[in-house]
Nanobody
């Protein structure tokens, strides 16, 4: 059974940083690209970042480019999202996701950026 468990969210002031983690299980983690999505209240889910199976390829949404960094540790079956220079508009629930298993979403981790 595919499981995705996000952690690391919280309340942070604008300009600060957070690092999110997602522990994956139930599939061969090192064989798949992984994604981070986010969803703010009243808005559609938005793709934040993608990383290839080996970590050599990364892509970012325009709104986070230059501020967020996605990475992975295949030995730990974990994908990370380093978020720097956070803005209030980054406030959302953040989810990791594997498109090869479209039915499976984790519970998410809430990020709130506010002074």
């Amino acid at each position: 059974q595919v499981q995705l468990v996000e952690s690391g969210g919280g309340l942070v002031q604008p300009g600060k940083s957070l690092r999110l983690s997602c522990a994956a299980s139930g599939f061969k983690f090192s064989a798949y690209a992984m994604n981070w999505y986010r969803q703010a209240p009243g808005k559609e889910r938005e793709l934040v970042a993608t990383i290839g199976s080996t970590g050599s390829m990364t892509n970012y949404g325009d709104s986070v480019k230059g501020r967020f960094t996605i990475s992975r540790d295949n030995a730990k079956n974990t994908v990370y999202l380093q978020m720097n220079t956070l803005k209030p508009e980054d406030t959302a629930m953040y989810y990791c996701y594997n498109r090869a298993f479209p039915s499976y979403w984790g519970q998410g981790t809430q990020v709130t950026v506010s002074s």
